[in-house]
C-alpha cells in the first residue's frame, strides 16, 4: 500500500510551491489507491502559528486536496521523539554532548580551516560527565566516511559523501527534537512509502537516510521536484507577486484552474495543458516530472484562469460572482438578487473576464448607472445629433410592453428608419449610457440585464447630457 504525506511547516502562508508539493503528492496517493496524510510540522514553536495551521488547511480544502490521515501535529508526539531519542543513546547510536556556546565555536572555526565547512569534530562521544549549567543537546553518531547513496524518482541516483556531515544534533538543550530526526520518526512510524517534497530537502535525506537504518526502519523512496521560479529565473518569492495560495482565490482564480497551472509546474503529459482532476489522477506519474526547475508564469496561470470561467458551471460561477461582489463593495451583504439573472449575467461576461474579481468590476454598472462617461468615448461618439435619437430609444422602450431580444431589435429599426442612419450612429451611445464605458457585452445583453426601466432612464439622461455639453 503507497502512502505519502504533505508535511508543512506552519509558518506562514501556504504558498505555490507547498501546495504543488502537497499536489504531487495527492495525485500520486489517488493514482495508486494508496493514503495521503497531512502532518502539521510545528516543532518550531516560536515561529508556528495556529493562524497558518488553519490556513493550510483552508487552503488544501479550496484547492479540493483530501486526506485520508491527520492532520497529525508534531507537538503532540514529542514523547515519542524522546523515547526513540533515548533508544538511539542506550543502543549506542546517539549521546549527550556537553559542549559549551564557547567550545562550539572554537569548534567550528577550526573545522572550517580544516575541512573548508563548520562541523562538529565529535568531542563528547567520548565525553561521560554532564557539566554543570549546560542542558546537553543530543547528537546522532553519524557515519562520516565513505558515500550515502540513494535513487531518487525524480533525479536518478544520488551519491553524497559522508565527510560533508557530522554528529547533528537530534534533540535540542531544550529537549525538543529537530527537524531531520522528527521526520524520520514520523514517516517511519507512519509508513510512509515514498517522500515526495521540495529538491530543497535534497542534503537532508543522506543525514536521514543515516537515521533510518540506525532506528532499524525501512527506508522509504524519495523524489525530490525541482523548485519553482520565477519569470526572471530566480527562486520564486514574495517579489514575483502573490505567492500565497490564498491571494489567488482572493484575486478571482478557480481552484481548478490553479491546480491544473500547479500541477504543470514540473509535471508533463506531452503538450496537453487542460487537464480534469480524473485524468490527472489517471495519468500522473513521477517519471514525468521534470528534472529541471518550472518557470512560473502568470499569463498562462491567467489564460488558465479563463479556459475555467468559460466551462464552470453557470450555477456556481453566478454564487461565486455573488461573493466577489460584495467582496469588492459593489452590492452588500444583505442585497438580493435574482439566481437567475445572475446566471444570465455570467453567461454575457465570462468570455470577456478572466478572474471572477474582474467580472465582478465589469459588471459593476448593472448595480450603480455610470457615474461618468468614458472620455474619449463622449468625445468620439456622443454628438449633438445623438441626444435626438437617444431619446426616441428611449421613448421606443418607454411604450414597448415587453421587453425581449425582439423588442429591442424593432426599436433600433424604428429608430434607424425614422432618422434614416446607420446602427453604429447610436450603438456606441448607447453603450456609453448604459455601461458609461465603450467596451462592455452585446447591447442586446446589457439593456436586457439593466432591465427595461432603468434602460430608459440612462439613456434619458445620456441624451440630457448631450445637451449640456
Ligand atoms: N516541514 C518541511 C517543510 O515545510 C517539509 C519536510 C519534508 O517534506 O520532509 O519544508
Redesign the pocket.
Known amino acids: 500500500m503507497i502512502k505519502v504525506r504533505f ?3 506552519p509558518t506562514g502562508h501556504l504558498h505555490i510551491g ?1 501546495a504543488r508539493t502537497a499536489i504531487f503528492n495527492w495525485l500520486f496517493a489517488r493514482h495508486h489507491s494508496g493514503r495521503f496524510v497531512l502532518r502539521i ?1 510545528d516543532t518550531d514553536k516560536t515561529r508556528s502559528t495556529e493562524e497558518s495551521i488553519q490556513e493550510i488547511i483552508e487552503a488544501m480544502k479550496w484547492l479540493g486536496l483530501d486526506w485520508d490521515e491527520g492532520p497529525y501535529r508534531q507537538t503532540e508526539r514529542f514523547d515519542i521523539y524522546k523515547k526513540e531519542a533515548e533508544r538511539l543513546i542506550a543502543e549506542g547510536k546517539a549521546y549527550y554532548c556537553w559542549c559549551t556556546p564557547e567550545e562550539l565555536e572554537a569548534i567550528r572555526e577550526e573545522s572550517k580551516g580544516k575541512f573548508g565547512i563548520p562541523k562538529y569534530d565529535g568531542r563528547c562521544r567520548s565525553r561521560r560527565e554532564p557539566r554543570e549549567g549546560v542542558n546537553p543537546v543530543i547528537r546522532f553518531k553519524a557515519r562520516t566516511e565513505g558515500e550515502t547513496v540513494f535513487k531518487d524518482l525524480i533525479k536518478g541516483e544520488i551519491r553524497y559523501p559522508n565527510s560533508q556531515l557530522d554528529d547533528f544534533i537530534i534533540m535540542r538543550s531544550d529537549g525538543t527534537p529537530t ?1 531531520n530526526f522528527v ?1 524520520v520518526v514520523d514517516d517511519a512510524l507512519m509508513g510512509i512509502t515514498h ?1 515526495i ?2 529538491d530543497d ?1 535534497l542534503n537532508n535525506t543522506p543525514k536521514q537516510i543515516q537515521l533510518y537504518e540506525a532506528l532499524g526502519y525501512d527506508v522509504p523512496q524519495f523524489a525530490h521536484v525541482p523548485m519553482i521560479l520565477g519569470p526572471d529565473k530566480t527562486k520564486l518569492s514574495k517579489r514575483h507577486g502573490a505567492v500565497s495560495v490564498l491571494a489567488y482565490r482572493e484575486e478571482g482564480y478557480l481552484p481548478e484552474a490553479l491546480f491544473n497551472f500547479l500541477v504543470r509546474l514540473g509535471w508533463s503529459h506531452g503538450d496537453k495543458e487542460i487537464f480534469s482532476k480524473e485524468e490527472l489522477i489517471e495519468l500522473f506519474d513521477l517519471k514525468d516530472v521534470g528534472k529541471s526547475p518550472a518557470v512560473f508564469n502568470p499569463d498562462k496561470l491567467l489564460w488558465l484562469n479563463h479556459h475555467y470561467i468559460k466551462t464552470y458551471p453557470v450555477e456556481k460561477l453566478a454564487e461565486l460572482l455573488k461573493e466577489f461582489l460584495v467582496k469588492e463593495g459593489i452590492v452588500d451583504t444583505s442585497a438580493e438578487l435574482d439566481p437567475e439573472w445572475l446566471k444570465e449575467v455570467v453567461i454575457a461576461f465570462r468570455e470577456r473576464a478572466k478572474t471572477l474579481k474582474e467580472m465582478a468590476h465589469q459588471c459593476e454598472f448593472l448595480f450603480k448607472a455610470p457615474e461618468k462617461y468614458d472620455e474619449k468615448g463622449t468625445k468620439k461618439f456622443f454628438k449633438p445629433e445623438t441626444a435626438i435619437y437617444l431619446e426616441a430609444i428611449a421613448e421606443e422602450i418607454e411604450n414597448t410592453s415587453e421587453f425581449t431580444k425582439e423588442a429591442i431589435d424593432k426599436i433600433f429599426n424604428n429608430v434607424l428608419e425614422r432618422f434614416n442612419i446607420k446602427l453604429k450612429a447610436v450603438a456606441q451611445p448607447v453603450r456609453i449610457a448604459i455601461t458609461g464605458r465603450t467596451v462592455s457585452p452585446g447591447l442586446h445583453e446589457i439593456l436586457l440585464l439593466v432591465g427595461k426601466e432603468e434602460a430608459a432612464k440612462r439613456i434619458r439622461r445620456a441624451a440630457q447630457y448631450i445637451k449640456n455639453l
Do not use: N, Q
Request: glycine share 18%; hydrophobic share 25%.
Open positions: 508535511a508543512p511547516s507547498g510540522e527537524y521526520v517522500v517534497r521540495g530537502h
